[in-house]
T-cell receptor, first 115, second 112 residues
Framework: DPKIIQKPKYLVAVTGSEKILICEQY?????MYWYRQSAKKPLEFMFS???????DNQTASSRFQPQSSKKNHLDLQITALKPDDSATYFC??????????????FGKGTRLTVV | GQGVEQPDNLMSVEGTFARVNCTYS??????LSWYQQREGHAPVFLSY????GLKDSGHFSTFLSRSNGYSYLLLTELQIKDSASYLC?????????????FGSGTRLLVSP
């Protein structure tokens, strides 16, 4: 029973189009993240949110915009898609604060292919 | 600057052990975690350490030296199925809040 749901699992998009990657977590965590992993490459931190506020942004391009409509949602909007955006995008969450268990839980990822 | 460094590859033999090293540099260290990641799957949490010393968790043990910016993950009694990538992740408290930064991962290959 997955606690972090990412939709869709696979996504094929045309260059120049716009897509939204969905993420919902049911762990009651107060912090959510997006990571990107290209084929055979390391996990790359993109964003962190805490209590629906952007805490850290390591993505240079404004084409990537996180959206948090509810505290357990953190979607990722990507505009003007490029082939280099092809990767698996992982949503993750954790409970932050004093004494909290800091394990980061990951969703199963959305594999995006831009053609 | 800030970063997490790991060797790319490591090979070992079934029944023996493997030590995966990690060095890090961060301004607001707030703990270090180890994750296992199999090809095409999400990382899975293994261990978290924040104090110096060795933490024995059976098949996996972790060591931390904060003054040296160094940690290792020790896998004992290796099995073929331990072949995977092992990621070191440092929790950094910056001005913008907490951020977990992952190393590039060490691909462990366990041979018969």
């Amino acid at each position: 029973d997955p606690k972090i749901i990412q939709k869709p699992k696979y996504l094929v998009a045309v260059t120049g189009s716009e897509k939204i990657l969905i993420c919902e977590q049911y762990l009651g965590h107060n912090a959510m993240y997006w990571y990107r992993q290209s084929a055979k490459k390391p996990l790359e931190f993109m964003f962190s949110y805490s209590y629906q506020k952007l805490m850290d942004n390591q993505t240079a391009s404004s084409r990537f915009q996180p959206q948090s409509s509810k505290k357990n949602h953190l979607d990722l909007q990507i505009t003007a898609l490029k082939p280099d955006d092809s990767a698996t995008y992982f949503c993750a969450s954790s409970q932050e604060g004093r004494g909290a268990n800091t394990e980061v839980f990951f969703g199963k990822g959305t594999r995006l292919t831009v053609v | 600057g800030q970063g997490v460094e790991q060797p790319d590859n490591l090979m070992s033999v079934e029944g023996t052990f493997a030590r995966v090293n990690c060095t890090y540099s961060t301004s607001g260290f707030n703990g270090l975690s180890w994750y296992q990641q199999r090809e095409g799957h999400a990382p899975v949490f293994l261990s978290y350490v924040v104090l110096d010393g060795l933490k024995d968790s059976g098949h996996f043990s972790t060591f931390l030296s904060r003054s040296n910016g160094y940690s290792y993950l020790l896998l004992t009694e290796l099995q073929i199925k331990d072949s995977a990538s092992y990621l070191c992740a440092v929790r950094d408290r910056g001005t913008g809040g907490y951020k977990v930064v992952f190393g590039s991962g060490t691909r462990l290959l366990v041979s018969p």
